[in-house]
């Protein structure tokens, strides 16, 4: 059975720092293509960062230069990096895995709340 947890989330102030974990099973988790998104108030679900079976990264436009994802095959743990943070990254964020990604397993969110 697949499951994917996040932590980490919390409330933080403007320019202030988080890293976000996501504890992965039931999947080979070395060969995965991982991802984290998020879901704002009143937004869409957007994809924030990824990482390929290569440990190739891409982010989204509005994080680039200021998160980070990292991927440990050693501890099944997937991770997001989080500084400067911007009263806009407030939301939900999910960690999503599959081979291929297209995102086929989901985590239950956890939640970032950033306040001036």
């Known amino acids: 059975q697949v499951q994917l947890v996040e932590s980490g989330g919390g409330s933080v102030q403007t320019g202030g720092s988080l890293r976000l974990s996501c504890a992965a099973s039931g999947f080979t988790f070395r060969g995965a293509c991982m991802g984290w998104f998020r879901q704002g108030p009143g937004k869409e679900r957007e994809g924030v960062a990824s990482?390929?079976?290569?440990?190739?990264?891409k982010y989204g436009d509005s994080v680039k230069g200021r998160f980070a994802i990292a991927k440990d095959n050693a501890k099944n743990t997937l991770y997001l990096q989080m500084n400067s943070l911007k009263a806009e990254d407030t939301g939900m964020y999910y960690c999503?895995?599959?081979?291929?990604?297209?995102?086929?397993?989901w985590g239950q969110g956890t939640q970032v709340t950033v306040s001036s």
């Open positions: 990482i390929d079976f290569y440990g190739s990264p």
């Open positions: 999503a895995a599959d081979q291929f990604c297209t995102w086929q397993y």
